[in-house]
């Protein structure tokens, strides 16, 4: 800039000193005049097109008094956020799109300051990555600034930014208009959420904590996209009263909410499934958020269930949802023993906050039944049923070994003699089981097999005995043995 005002200021001298003998003093005003104008100018649309006040305030004019708002959100619903705002602006004609990289809240780029301030340059923008789904994806500039001109309102401005958490500014002349435009955001993010009818896992980073350990910060919630996995009633073997209970406490539950729901019946529902491991609690719980369908199905454990509340807030927004809360006896156990009371209270407290018709079920499921909250498992406004899954009786362990070996040539198997030699054992073992089994029979024949296997008994019976033989009395029953057939 200073080197284009000396520039001026010589042409200035020279005109002065080479023209001022042979033209009026007027003209040579006039032509002085015409120069640092042009020059003032070009100053000025060059401004506009470096710096994000100045761009704004030619749209909108430098002296408008805008009221300002601004409204955070969790950081994971950036994207649902910014669709929300795209989608609000197409209804306006006169739109400006200003992106950059420099960070920032409205505020500050629409103070003006005509000297220059870098940190309010127009720069090329940058972009956001973010999974959609499974396998899909978008890029979306991390910041935008939308202008627009002679609205219903007249003159406003709507700002996004991604930074620790996802930020909406809004300047405009009346705070009814605000409400508005919020009111649009938060009905269509969630209508059109990326997250709507997904299959989802949370994960929570861990506190920083200071030295007296008060939690001083912790990042937002990562929401992983499972992958789909096509499943049919054939896939799953429980006993049919069992069957019966998730039909009706669920599928049917989603299925017909509003005939349900005409009838007085709340819409929430929680259930707990809780056996010894390997009995098919986990194996049940992928079976219904596999199959079910138009409903957001939401997976938390470990370290997510001390965030119980975020994870209840999520599931009510994306209503209709599934929550599965795995190995619940870790945070939620008796209060006696419990490390978490508070989170244990949260949760009595979220279970108790929904509304009738909040369309949301839970399933719980845990080991030690014993460990658990009385005031959880026993009380029925918070889980209105509970679910024993034992090991699979005689007909229930002949359909697993079915299930699990019809991808191979069992011609040569007595099902029922082997369903006979494994009575007590969970289903993971039987799994286990034919796996290893199948593994003996690739060895027999030197792993040169061609898509048929034969499997035979021996080949079943070499796979159980190496399980248990050098197992001690106290490993069987972790196998899943019962002690009277060993």
């Not at 220059?116 to 935008?144: A, L, W, Y």
Request: with cysteine; proline share 2%.
């Amino acid at each position: 800039m200073f080197s284009r005002i000396l520039v001026i200021a010589i042409l200035i001298y020279l005109i002065i000193n080479f023209l001022g003998a042979y033209i009026s003093h007027w003209l040579l005003a006039l032509i002085i005049f015409v120069l640092v104008g042009s020059y003032a100018y070009y100053e000025y649309k060059r401004r506009i097109r470096v710096y994000i006040d100045l761009k704004i305030g030619s749209l909108v004019g430098y002296k408008t008094k805008f009221e300002f708002y601004t409204v955070s959100y969790p950081q994971y619903r950036y994207v649902d956020i910014y669709h929300a705002l795209d989608a609000f602006i197409k209804n306006y004609k006169d739109v400006t799109l200003i992106e950059s990289t420099n960070d920032g809240f409205l505020p500050y780029f629409m103070y003006i300051n005509w000297f220059g301030d870098d940190d309010k340059k127009i720069t090329k923008p940058s972009s956001i990555h973010f999974k959609t789904g499974h396998n899909t994806e978008v890029f979306i500039p991390r910041q935008r600034i939308w202008i627009v001109k002679n609205g219903e309102q007249g003159h406003f401005v709507l700002h996004i930014r991604f930074h620790a958490q996802t930020y909406v500014d809004i300047a405009c002349f009346k705070e009814e208009f605000a409400d508005k435009i919020i009111d649009f955001i938060d009905e269509y993010a969630v209508k059109n959420s990326i997250y709507k009818n997904k299959l989802l896992s949370l994960n929570y980073d861990r506190e920083i904590q200071s030295d007296d350990g008060e939690t001083m910060y912790y990042r937002d919630v990562n929401i992983t996209f499972l992958p789909p996995k096509p499943m049919t009633d054939d896939s799953i073997v429980l006993e049919e009263d069992i069957l019966q209970i998730i039909k009706r406490n669920v599928f049917d539950f989603f299925a017909h909410k509003e005939k349900l729901s005409k009838y007085q019946i709340p819409l929430h529902r929680g259930l707990l499934f809780y056996g010894s491991p390997g009995t098919g609690k986990t194996y049940t719980c992928h079976y219904i958020y596999h199959t079910l369908k138009d409903v957001t199905c939401i997976v938390a454990s470990g370290n997510s269930l001390v965030h119980i509340k975020s994870v209840c807030n999520l599931a009510r927004m994306l209503q209709p949802s599934l929550v599965i809360l795995e190995d619940v006896d870790l945070v939620f156990a008796s209060r006696e023993i419990n490390a978490y009371g508070g989170t244990l209270g949260e949760l009595m407290d979220q279970l108790d906050g929904f509304n009738a018709d909040d369309n949301v079920v839970f399933i719980l499921t845990t080991n030690s039944l014993e460990r658990m909250e009385r005031a959880i498992k026993d009380r029925p406004g918070r889980i209105n049923q509970i679910v024993y899954f034992d090991v699979p009786n005689r007909a229930l362990r002949m359909k697993y070994l079915k299930n699990y070996l019809h991808s191979y040539d069992a011609t040569h198997l007595d099902i029922g003699v082997l369903a006979d030699k494994i009575e007590g054992v969970s289903q993971a073992f039987i799994k286990d089981l034919v796996f290893r089994a199948v593994q003996v029979a690739l060895e027999s024949v030197n792993y040169l097999a061609n898509g048929h296997l034969l499997l035979k008994m021996e080949h079943f019976d070499t796979a159980l005995q190496e399980i248990i033989k050098y197992n001690n009395q106290a490993s069987y029953s972790i196998l899943g043995y019962k002690d009277d057939i060993l």
